[in-house]
Nanobody, 121 residues
Framework: QVQLVESGGGLVQAGGSLRLSCAAS????????MGWYRQVPGKQRELVAA???????NYADSVKGRFTISRFNAKNTVYLQMNSLKPEDTAVYYC???????????????WGQGTQVTVSS
């Protein structure tokens, strides 16, 4: 199994910055794509940013130019640098990874437990 643990959420004023981290652990053979999603009550979880193992990135239009996703493959870690935060960025942020573990056949999608980000106006 693969476990994902997020950290770095919290309360920040509009215009401020936060950096989220997500570390994968367990019986990892390899990790392919990693990403960050967010969800607010009553709405579907949405993609914020994703990054391939090779470093190609993809962002939601609402965060382009403000958020940066990066990863450190040697430590199975993905980061989300969030700048110029807005109240509408308030959500629970979830880490996501497509990984192959030693215990299972094929690629499976794993999720972290989520971390709250609250942006006050």
């Amino acid at each position: 199994q693969v476990q994902l643990v997020e950290s770095g959420g919290g309360l920040v004023q509009a215009g401020g910055s936060l950096r989220l981290s997500c570390a994968a652990s367990g019986s990892i053979f390899s990790i392919n794509d990693m990403g960050w999603y967010r969800q607010v009550p009553g709405k579907q979880r949405e993609l914020v940013a994703a990054i391939t193992r090779g470093g190609s990135t993809n962002y939601a239009d609402s965060v382009k130019g403000r958020f940066t996703i990066s990863r450190f493959n040697a430590k199975n870690t993905v980061y989300l640098q969030m700048n110029s935060l807005k109240p509408e960025d308030t959500a629970v942020y979830y880490c996501n990874a497509d990984a192959i573990s030693y215990e299972e056949t094929g690629i499976a999608t794993y999720w972290g437990q989520g971390t709250q980000v609250t942006v006050s106006s």
